[in-house]
């Protein structure tokens, strides 16, 4: 069992993830077919706009034409890091950019306004685009952190501070800590 750390009570179940002391204490590593599966809820279910931030810290980057996923409401919205160590958002657009190293800590946010669509890392705007229309609600897949959902592209290294807000952040609270 993976504890939600927020009032909502979305707690995952675990597989291929251990805690190591890291970061803010503890923080979650993923190897192998790892995954953390959350049911589907209504306050994972952000119908307008939304901010999805997390700090991540890979042991490589994804293989050729691979991908890792960090937080995946399959059909909904996700971010990915991608082959070429950008970070990925998806929502109602695809927007990828910035750069992920490899063991080191990175935080990592994708905001979903009603009017656009933001990636940035370390607290730091990578890309911006307009927003191309309305999010999808109600898919009945597994929530997934750290790997895609329903299944696979399984994170390799470690996760943190996973969050959904059910708000897009301005550029000032989108912040490193
Ligand atoms: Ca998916």
């Not at 042991?59 to 034409?65: F, I, S």
């Not at 191309?132 to 898919?139: E, F, K, P, R, V």
Request: glycine share 10%; aromatic share 6%.
């Amino acid at each position: 069992m993976v504890r939600d750390g927020s009032s909502y009570g979305n707690d995952g179940t675990a597989t291929g993830v251990s805690t190591v002391p890291d970061l803010d204490g503890m923080a979650a590593q993923f190897s192998g077919a790892a995954m953390i599966s959350i049911p589907p809820a209504a306050s994972l279910n952000p119908p307008t706009e939304f901010t999805l931030d997390a700090w991540v810290r890979p042991v490589t980057l994804p293989a050729a034409g691979a991908r890792y996923g960090v937080f995946d409401r399959n059909g909904q919205f996700g971010m990915f890091l991608m082959d070429t160590g950008e970070l990925r958002c998806s929502a109602t657009n695809v927007v990828t950019g910035g750069s992920i190293p490899v063991n080191v800590w990175t935080h990592v946010a994708c905001v979903i306004s009603p009017t656009a669509v933001e990636l940035y890392v370390n607290g730091l705007l990578a890309v911006t685009a307009a927003r191309s229309g309305a999010l999808n609600t109600g898919n009945q897949d597994v929530v997934a952190v750290g790997a895609n959902s329903p299944s696979g592209d399984s994170f390799q290294g470690r996760l943190d501070r996973v969050r959904l807000w059910q708000t897009a952040h301005p550029a000032n609270r989108v912040c490193t800590q």
